[in-house]
């Protein structure tokens, strides 16, 4: 977990933006040494927010036209329309999709061996 997360429960980076009346603002380093970055009360409130950020902003509108499956060009399109400027988070992104992936059928691989050795056992 970053450090942005632990003290001001912002899992994505959100930045304050023009118009944000949000709780005490905390300031930390990115594209600049004191950029201002949104607090949450709560975890669950980060996760609101960013699903808001992303369905009301004209600016990532286009990928909403996107199949809800193309999650390649979800990744790269949100880099093109500026969400980071870290110019590697697309294939970050990916990249966690693919380990995610990975894990996920192993333990429905492990969990199919288990139910059939219990069945072998029994």
Not at 2 to 7: I, K
Not at 22 to 46: I, T
Not at 66 to 77: C, E, M, Q, V
Request: aromatic share 10%.
């Amino acid at each position: 977990m970053s450090d942005l997360a632990r003290r001001s429960n912002n899992h994505f980076g959100i930045k304050c933006h023009r118009g944000w009346t949000g709780p005490p603002r905390v300031y930390a380093a990115d594209d600049s040494p004191n950029d201002c970055f949104r607090r949450y009360a709560k975890v669950e409130d980060s996760y609101q927010d960013h699903s808001e950020f992303l369905v009301s902003g004209v600016r990532y509108s286009p990928l909403f036209e996107l199949s809800i499956t193309d999650y390649k060009g979800w990744a790269r399109g949100l880099q093109q329309m500026g969400y980071a400027t870290d110019r590697l988070m697309p294939t970050s992104l990916l990249n966690l999709l693919r380990i995610m992936n990975f894990i996920a059928l192993m333990i429905k691989k492990i969990s199919q061996r288990g139910l059939a050795e219990k069945s072998v056992m029994n």
